[in-house]
């Protein structure tokens, strides 16, 4: 009799317990790891989720969807990673709105999907590049994707350049924020007339308008950028020897199809 009894208790906390919410479903034994880094490219857009902290269940991290052809967004997101899915809040700027909304993120093996996006495990978010447009000239240049939310593409004002034999055909700026929230002019492109281009060139002498980095039967892109970090932020630093890097290799620009 008090065998039967200890059963039916058994079982009545055991209902109880599992009806107030005590047992939770965990994360499947392969799937229970999320990666720092997961980065999603769908044609011309790219998406970059880096998890930042990971308790096992809270979950919270940056994510920037950066869209070629529309509005992208950047901010954090604050969630809970259970039953292989993670469940946050994002909370994103696009075009100077904050904004807070749910998103879901699906984990199977080692890809996220979520939204149209199937996010790949990446070793290192610093390392992801994306095609960024130069306006009116006809030419992509790859930038760090993680840096996104710190860069700024602008025309700048013609007036504040001087040329002596010939202008060009369009100039484009990137802008780049600081830790102290101030925007600041980083590299100027410059799109040039093949012939004017090699009227003024001169392989003697330091170029004043940067280095030749495409050129096509009709037009030659000249680019001019920092060698040397100026700021005193350390963070600052790293960012600009970043955007230099990639700035100097011919293989980072590319005709816009």
């Not at 996010?119 to 978010?125: Q, S």
């Not at 002498?205 to 001019?224: H, N, Q, R």
Request: aromatic share 12%; glycine share 8%; with cysteine.
């Amino acid at each position: 009799m008090k065998k039967s009894l200890l059963v039916v208790a058994g079982i009545l906390i055991f209902v109880l317990f599992t009806s107030a919410g005590g047992i939770i479903t965990r994360n499947s034994s392969n799937d229970l790891k999320l990666a720092p880094c997961y980065h999603s490219k769908v044609g011309t857009d790219n998406a970059l989720l880096e998890i930042t902290k990971n308790d096992g269940v809270g979950v919270s991290g940056i994510l920037i969807q950066q869209h070629f052809a529309k509005d992208s967004s950047f901010g954090t997101f604050k969630g809970k990673f259970l039953n292989n899915q993670i469940t946050a809040t994002y909370s994103f700027y696009s075009e100077g709105q904050l904004t807070d909304r749910e998103v879901v993120f699906s984990k199977s093996g080692k890809t996220l999907d979520s939204e149209g996006y199937k996010y790949l495990e990446t070793k290192d978010c610093s390392k992801v590049t994306y095609s960024q447009g130069l306006s009116l000239i006809p030419v992509s240049t790859k930038l760090p994707l993680h840096l996104f939310p710190k860069l700024r593409i602008t025309a700048p004002d013609p007036t504040e350049f001087t040329f002596m034999k010939h202008s060009p055909i369009a100039i484009t700026q990137l802008m780049f924020q600081t830790s102290k929230g101030e925007w600041v002019g980083l590299i100027n492109y410059y799109l040039w007339d093949i012939n004017d281009w090699q009227d003024i060139y001169n392989p003697n002498e330091a170029p004043d308008f940067g280095y030749e980095k495409w050129s096509d039967d009709k037009t030659v892109l000249t680019v001019s950028g920092p060698q040397d970090c100026i700021y005193e932020d350390k963070g600052d630093c790293s960012a600009v020897t970043e955007i230099s890097e990639l700035m100097y290799l011919s293989e980072s620009y590319l005709k816009n199809s």
